[in-house]
C-alpha cells in the first residue's frame, strides 16, 4: 500500500456562496509585521518582548481562473465607475467598500465525494487587483487578488462537492470578436505598426491584456483596530479604509508588425507636436468577445476614450524566421473600466 502524502489540496472555491468554475490556481498567503520601539539607546534590542508590537495581520486571496463563454466574468463593472457601488466604492464609512466572502475547501489529493474536508473563511476581502488574458495559443483567463484581515476556520465536515466533471465552452482565440484600437489621424500608433501599408488587412492580433489595481488606505482611530472586537464576525474591519485615487488600468496589445516605424521622436520640446501628443489621455480602447448582436458582443471590456499611449516595444523578427511583434501599452487615470 502506498503511503498517502501529507498534502491537503484545494477541492473548491467560493465567492459569496458562489462556486467558482474553472479554477486553476489559489493562493492564500498571510502576513503579520511588526515594530520595534526604541529602547533608550541600547545598541540591541531588549529581550523583553514589550519593546515589539505587531501590526494587524494581513491575508491575501490570490484566484486564476478560465472563463467560459457562457459564464459572467467574477468581477463586473457594468457602467465603467470603478469608485462607486457599480465597481469596488470609494470608502468604508459612506456607502461602503465592495467586500466579498471567499471559502476554501481543502481535501486530501484522493478525495472522493463524500470524504472529510476542512473549510477556511476569509471575509469582508477587498479586491486590489484584477487581470484578463487572451493570447492565440491559450484559453482566456481572469485572475483576482483580494487582501482582508482574517482567516476563520470553519471546521472539518464531509464533502458535499460533486463529482462530475465540468461541461461548457471555454473562452479560446475563436471567440475573439474585435478590438477597438487608436488609428484615427494624430492618434495613430496601432494603425502604424498593426496594418499593413496599403491599409486593406486587418491587424493579426497575437494577445490582450487588461488590469485594473486598487490600492487602499485607513484612517487612524486613536489606535483601535476597528472590528478587533468583533470575534470571527469582524464587519468593520474596513470601516475606515478608502480607496486611494486615481485606478491605475493598464491594457497592453501585441500584434505582428506589417510595416516599420513611421514617426520620428526627438530629443525636443516640440516632440508632444511631432509625435501627435502621446501622453494625451484621448485614445480609445476596447475588446468583444463571444458573438455580436445588437450593437454589442456577449462579452466587452472597455477601457474608454480617454486612454494614453505609455510605450511601445518590440520582439521577435530573430535569425529563426520568427515574426516581429509589437506591443504597445495604453494607460488611463480616469478610475474607468467598463466590464460586461
Avoid: H
Wanted: glycine residues 10%; negative net charge; aromatic residues 10%.
Amino acid at each position: 500500500m502506498v503511503d498517502k502524502r501529507v498534502f491537503y489540496a484545494c477541492q473548491a472555491v467560493y465567492l459569496d456562496d458562489v462556486f467558482l468554475k474553472n479554477v486553476q490556481a489559489v493562493g492564500l498567503d498571510y502576513a503579520n509585521s511588526n515594530e520595534s520601539i526604541v529602547d533608550k539607546g541600547r545598541g540591541s534590542q531588549s529581550v523583553n518582548t514589550n519593546f515589539v508590537f505587531f501590526n494587524k495581520p494581513e491575508v491575501t486571496i490570490t484566484i486564476e481562473k478560465q472563463l467560459d463563454i457562457s459564464d459572467d466574468f467574477t468581477f463586473m463593472c457594468s457602467d465603467g465607475k470603478l469608485l462607486t457601488s457599480a465597481g469596488v466604492g470609494s470608502c468604508g464609512w459612506d456607502g461602503g467598500l465592495k467586500e466579498y466572502t471567499i471559502q476554501m475547501a481543502y481535501g486530501k489529493d484522493d478525495y472522493t465525494t463524500g470524504s472529510q474536508t476542512e473549510n477556511i473563511t476569509m471575509k469582508y476581502c477587498l479586491l486590489t487587483e484584477v487581470s484578463y488574458n487572451l493570447s492565440t495559443d491559450g484559453t482566456f483567463t481572469e485572475s483576482l487578488t483580494f487582501i482582508t484581515n482574517n482567516i476563520i476556520r470553519e471546521g472539518s465536515a464531509a464533502g458535499t462537492l460533486s463529482s462530475d466533471g465540468q461541461t461548457g465552452s471555454l473562452i479560446r482565440r475563436a471567440d475573439f470578436g474585435a478590438a477597438t484600437l487608436p488609428i484615427s489621424a494624430g492618434k495613430d500608433e496601432a494603425k502604424n505598426f498593426f496594418i499593413s501599408a496599403d491599409e486593406t488587412g486587418d491587424a493579426a492580433l497575437q494577445s490582450f491584456s487588461v488590469s485594473a489595481s486598487f490600492e487602499y488606505a485607513e484612517m487612524a482611530d486613536r489606535g483601535r483596530w476597528k472590528g478587533a472586537d468583533q470575534g470571527d464576525n469582524p464587519s468593520k474591519q474596513n470601516y475606515w479604509k478608502y480607496v486611494t485615487p486615481p485606478v491605475s488600468v493598464s491594457c497592453d496589445v501585441t500584434a505582428i508588425v506589417t510595416r516599420s516605424i513611421q514617426r520620428e521622436i526627438l530629443i525636443r520640446d516640440s516632440n508632444l507636436d511631432a509625435v501627435a501628443s502621446y501622453p494625451v489621455p484621448d485614445r480609445e480602447v476596447n475588446f468583444g468577445l463571444g458573438e455580436y448582436s445588437g450593437g454589442s458582443y456577449d462579452k466587452q471590456i472597455d477601457l474608454g476614450s480617454k486612454n494614453f499611449c505609455t510605450g511601445i516595444s518590440f520582439s521577435g523578427g530573430d535569425t529563426g524566421g520568427g515574426n516581429v511583434e509589437a506591443t504597445i501599452n495604453y494607460e488611463n487615470l480616469e478610475n474607468y473600466l467598463k466590464i460586461t
